[in-house]
């Protein structure tokens, strides 16, 4: 009876951490969402400047570099622009990044059966795992969130959608309810190939920082750790993050699918179109890697100290 008592207080234990990492993710996720947004609208513009000269016969780039993007929307269309689809992208994190960060520890531990030790195969498949489930739940919220980045104030001031969810009912009327899913598989792809990128090289920057006493395990081993997984995700992700934003943007028709989409990228802009938009894309990566993983710590802290309170005796 009273090993049972024990294992129930076990079970309870796992699932309010779980809990805890769950919540802690989609909130810190938030908080870098709103910090570094300005830079995924500038990284998603440079992303789909070629395709947009192609349709359009332009022979000028409207927008260069990272900070001129930001510059010239803010000139152009007005300083709420560098936020348009903040209301998607924060729906986005709350359900994406809780599940692919939230549940990444606990994913380790499903995979090596409740051991502690878990190696660099065990830690890829947890964030593979992780991060289809995300992108499985989340897609039309990304969706959404790239279109209204996209999108540029017409003559008349009118714009494509009014509001978030004025765009998941026009999306789902014009191109079916697998329009709000559209890119989804290279997205997985991406999201597969950015969780292990992030997760697993944060998890690894830490623990060699904390096994050979670099640092403690405090704020600096933080930054440092994340601005490592940042700058390895961009190198690795840019590619399939490219054909992501163009695929998800484009009009229904336009390409047959992500690999089209891609080939048709090498045709008329060269191999370097898969790497538009790095610098935002680095900075973007890093500055939210940093604000997400250092929050994210902190409100673990925070969390597991609240709960010792609690359960600790008067």
């Known amino acids: 009876m009273i090993t049972l008592l024990g294992a129930n207080q076990q079970v309870l234990k796992y699932h309010a951490v779980s809990h805890r990492l769950f919540f802690g993710a989609g909130t810190a996720a938030c908080i870098a969402d709103l910090i570094t947004f300005p830079l995924d609208t500038a990284k998603v513009r440079l992303q789909i400047q070629g395709e947009s000269q192609k349709v359009e016969g332009a022979s000028t780039m409207k927008y260069r570099g990272v900070f001129g993007t930001i510059t010239t929307m803010w000139r152009t269309e007005g300083p709420r622009s560098l936020y348009s689809g903040l209301v998607a992208g924060l729906q986005r994190q709350m359900s994406f990044a ?8 606990s994913m380790k531990q499903f995979y090596t059966r409740g051991t502690e030790s878990a190696g660099i195969v065990t830690r890829l498949m947890a964030g593979c795992t992780t991060g289809a489930m995300a992108v499985a739940l989340a897609q039309p919220t990304d969706v959404v969130k790239v279109r209204f980045q996209a999108q540029v104030r017409l003559a008349d001031g009118g714009r494509r959608y009014n509001s978030t969810l ?3 009912k026009m999306i789902a009327r014009d191109e079916g309810v697998r329009g709000l899913w559209k890119g989804c598989m290279p997205n997985i792809t ?3 190939i950015v ?19 670099l640092m403690t395990d405090n704020l600096p081993c933080h930054f440092t750790a994340a601005f490592g997984a940042g700058f390895c995700t961009t190198v690795v992700a840019s590619p399939v993050d490219v054909v992501k934003t163009r695929f998800m943007n484009s009009a229904d028709g336009q390409y047959r699918s992500a690999i089209n989409c891609a080939l048709t990228m090498v ?12 610098m935002p894309s680095f900075l973007r990566l890093g500055s939210w890697n940093i604000v997400m993983f250092v929050t994210y710590e902190q409100i ?15």
């Open 98 to 105: 809780s599940i692919r960060i939230g549940l990444y520890d």
């Open 166 to 168: 004025n765009a998941y």
């Open 190 to 192: 991406r999201n597969a």
């Open 195 to 213: 969780n292990c990128a992030e997760l697993v090289t944060y998890d690894l920057i830490k623990e060699l920082i904390l096994k050979y006493g």
């Open 267 to 278: 045709r008329n802009e060269g191999p370097t179109a898969f790497y538009k938009g790095f």
């Open 300 to 314: 673990k802290r925070g969390m597991t100290k609240t709960q010792q309170y609690w359960e600790s005796p008067l």
